[in-house]
Structure formats: structure tokens, C-alpha cells
């Protein structure tokens, strides 16, 4: 990267701090809020040159949103590199790590794309209503997406949904897994974790390799079966259920952070330098999928 190109933990720690203290819970059941996030991230995108394309449904009498831009392609317009992050918060969180950490990479991606010409489009999405009581519904945000894409007949190659990446420890212990996954992953939380069912698993593994091309922080992959706990709780579960390829990117939230899904899921918790370190990384892999290096081009 060039010195304009370098990701900014500070530009991270300002998207969080919006999101998750000044907005706060961002759900339908807080209707001002949930609005507030989706015209924040739209205003950043437009700040950043895109045109925001506003995707709205309701749910209970509240006008819900998803929010795309898309970077098209010089080569393959009409196929995508979808890159997603949900924006609500559980009931009762501020939702700092979840997702206020996914968003903000989002953020700072499209804004580092920006300046990219890619030979396939880079669309981003920002989803509403992940969170339970939505979450595997069909009022789920992402899965509104994802069949109306299909219906469309979108050429998704690969979707990548940012789920809950800001939290790292170093001490033996700090990590878990569901039975059985402790024997080929280690015991601290210091990793960022790509996750895919197996039919993902080829496009994950090239994601991979091509950020540890361009990263020297700790990557783990694990491509399971969806019924793991855990491995289809984010966007990515209903593009799989489009037949899309897709994976997520996680720091695998409740088997790693002890605030998931409280009060206390705050900015505070939240380890900028590292998120930066991951977005770098990815940032520099999405652009190889995205045709910068024929060697992962998608």
C-alpha cells in the first residue's frame, strides 16, 4: 500500500464509536436508531464517491434498509466480489463488536477501493435485521438480498460477509470451539478466522492465500458443515442458501469474546490496531480476487 492507501485504525475507532455509542442499539424495536446507522454509513459512502443504492422493506411498521455501492468492473462488470456487514444490534447491545467492527471495515474497504480499478465489479452491502428474532426469517436482511440477486440473476462469484472481527487475546486459554475443533486450532484468540461450508471451501482457501500473501497476521480456515454452532450465524448463511459461494470472516465472536450479545459490548473492548492489521490484509486480498493478481483473480 501506498502511504494514502493505509488503513486507519483511527478512521475504524470513529465508525465504531458512531455506531455503537453515539447511535447506540440499533434494532426495529429502536426505530430512530436503526435509521440513524443506515444514513451514517450512506453519508460515508457518499462522502467516499458512490451512488447509495437503498433497498427498503418493512418489518412491524418500521421501514428497514439495505444499502449497496458497487465499483464496477473494467472487464466483468456483470460479475461481483459482494462484500457484506449487517449494521443492526442485537436487543439490549450496543453492538461495538457486533457489528460495529464489521461495518467499520467495511468502511474503510469501499473507501480504499475507491481508488481501484477492478477487472470484476466490488459491490458492498450493508444488512439490516440479522439479529434475532430476524436472523434465519425471511425478513432477514440479508436474505431479502440474497433472493431478490438470485431473482435478478446476479453474477455473484463470491460473497464475504465482515461478522464480528474486533477482538483479539494473546493468553493460553482465551479461545474455544465447538467439540472436536480445539485439536487443530489454537488456544489463543489472537487469529482472525475465515469460515465456510464445504462447498465454499475452494474460493475460501483462494481468499486465504491471498491474504497471507499480503498479511503476516494469524489466519485460521475451517470449511464444516453448516450445523456447526457458530460456522452459519451471519449474511453469509443466505447467499449459501442461493446457492452462492460464500464465507465469513470472524473472530469467532461467542467462543472468543466474553460480551457477546450484552450491555457490554462497547468501543472500548475493541482492539484498533489489530482490526486494522485485518482489514489491511483483507483489503489487499479482495483486490487480488478482484483481478490485481492473476494468480487469485476470482
Known amino acids: 500500500m501506498t502511504q494514502s492507501d493505509e488503513v486507519s485504525s483511527e478512521k475504524l475507532e470513529t465508525h465504531v464509536v458512531k455506531l455503537a455509542r453515539e447511535i447506540g442499539e440499533r434494532n426495529v424495536f429502536t426505530p430512530p436508531a436503526l435509521h440513524g446507522a443506515a444514513d451514517y454509513i450512506g453519508a460515508v459512502w457518499r462522502e467516499q464517491g458512490y451512488q447509495v443504492m437503498s433497498y427498503s422493506y418493512r418489518v412491524d411498521n418500521v421501514d428497514c434498509a439495505n444499502l449497496e455501492i458497487t465499483l464496477p468492473g473494467r472487464r466483468k462488470p456483470n460479475e461481483f466480489l459482494l462484500i457484506g456487514a449487517h449494521y443492526d444490534s442485537v436487543v439490549g447491545s450496543p453492538g461495538a ?31 439490516v435485521n440479522e439479529e ?10 440479508s436474505l431479502v438480498y440474497a433472493k431478490t440477486a438470485r431473482q435478478r440473476g446476479d453474477n455473484i462469484r463470491l460473497m ?3 461478522e464480528t472481527i474486533g477482538y483479539y487475546r494473546s493468553e493460553p486459554g482465551s479461545q474455544r470451539y465447538p467439540p472436536l475443533f480445539r485439536v487443530f486450532h489454537p ?16 474460493m475460501m482457501r483462494r481468499a486465504a492465500a491471498a491474504f497471507r500473501a499480503n498479511s503476516d497476521f494469524p489466519l485460521e480456515l475451517t470449511a464444516t458443515l453448516a450445523l456447526v454452532p457458530g460456522v452459519a450465524w451471519s449474511d453469509h448463511f443466505s447467499f449459501w442458501r442461493q446457492r452462492y459461494r460464500a464465507f465469513m470472516v470472524t473472530d ?42 492473476p494468480a487469485y483473480a476470482l
Open 97 to 127: 463488536n457486533d457489528n460495529g467492527s464489521g461495518v467499520a471495515a467495511l468502511l474503510e474497504l469501499s473507501r480504499l477501493f475507491a481508488a481501484q480499478t477492478p477487472d470484476l465489479s466490488v459491490r458492498f452491502v450493508a444488512f
Open 132 to 141: 434475532p428474532p430476524f436472523f434465519m426469517w425471511k425478513q432477514m436482511g
Open 160 to 162: 464475504v460477509s465482515l
Open 187 to 202: 488456544d489463543r484468540g489472537d487469529f482472525i478466522a475465515f469460515v465456510s461450508n464445504l462447498a465454499s471451501r475452494r
Open 252 to 293: 469467532t465472536a461467542f467462543y472468543r469474546y466474553p460480551y457477546y450479545h450484552t450491555a457490554n459490548d462497547t468501543p472500548e473492548k475493541l482492539d484498533y490496531t489489530a482490526l486494522a492489521q485485518v482489514t489491511a490484509g483483507l483489503f489487499q486480498a479482495f483486490s487480488a480476487l478482484a483481478g490485481q493478481n
